[in-house]
């Protein structure tokens, strides 16, 4: 199942000019930052370790750009950025559901530079009010250099949860993970505990809880009740 796709065209590596564009762009932000914030940061993230570190403060510099909603000067680390196509090759990424998993499909024929250049224009494409809430985002995917799997997300995404569930719909993840009947719109914090108390006692080895799964279910219903409480 598709969840997110980011196409980037970019003049070939023998071509005399650097130009950049972007093709079909699918980021779905909401609630941020979504599957299409995910992927902007793991395109970043996967290339920026490969682009000379001389580089990466002007890189910054376009990120603060972008987040001021200012006029970005063209053309910017050598590359012009364009809405024509022609003559251009192009990259493609995505990421994918496999049932609750991510998976991540990043085909590159470019440059790094050129990868990263185009993760930070998409981010400029998008509303003013989503781009402030991926700023961040971003900045933290700057800074990532290992592998791009659950950890990545969470860190991304600022949860403890990595599955599609929990990034498709935070809420009604929680609701689920911790017991809620279908119907139920806003627990108060007494339903939330009581519930979380439950769902603890439930998965835990010492009261007959997969000793296997017991990490993550324990790590998921402590998420929930947090998601849910930040909600009240």
């Known amino acids: 199942m598709l969840l997110a796709e980011l196409e980037i065209f970019h003049s070939r590596p023998i071509a005399p000019t650097r130009r950049l564009s972007l093709g079909h762009l699918y980021l779905p932000v909401d609630p941020a930052p979504g599957f299409g ?8 993230a996967v290339h920026v370790k490969d682009v000379d ?20 000067v063209q053309p910017r680390l050598r590359h ?23 998976e991540f499909e990043m085909n590159s024929s470019g440059t790094p530079l050129q990868q990263v250049l185009g993760s930070l224009y998409a981010l400029e494409r998008l509303d003013p009010q989503v781009r402030a809430s991926l700023i961040p985002v971003m900045r933290r995917a700057f800074t990532w250099r290992g592998p791009i799997g659950p950890s990545f997300i969470a860190y991304l995404a600022g949860s403890k949860s990595s599955s ?28 939330i505990t009581s519930r979380y108390r439950e769902r603890l006692r ?8 997969n000793e296997k799964n017991a990490g993550k ?5 402590t998420e929930a009740r947090r998601i849910l409480l930040e909600a009240l």
């Open 202 to 209: 439930a998965v835990h080895p010492d009261h007959g809880g």
């Open 53 to 72: 570190e001389d580089l990466h403060v002007d890189l910054q510099r376009l990120l603060s750009e972008i987040e001021r909603g200012t006029r970005v």
């Open 80 to 102: 012009r950025f364009q809405v024509d196509r022609h003559g251009l090759t192009y990259s493609t990424h995505r990421m994918l559901g496999a049932g609750d998993t991510i």
């Open 217 to 221: 279910l324990i790590m998921d219903v």
């Open 164 to 191: 599609v569930a929990a990034l498709a719909d935070p809420r009604a993840w929680a609701l689920d993970v911790l017991g809620f009947p279908g119907g139920t719109v806003k627990p108060s914090k007494r339903e």
């Open 37 to 44: 914030g995910i992927l902007l940061g793991a395109v970043l």
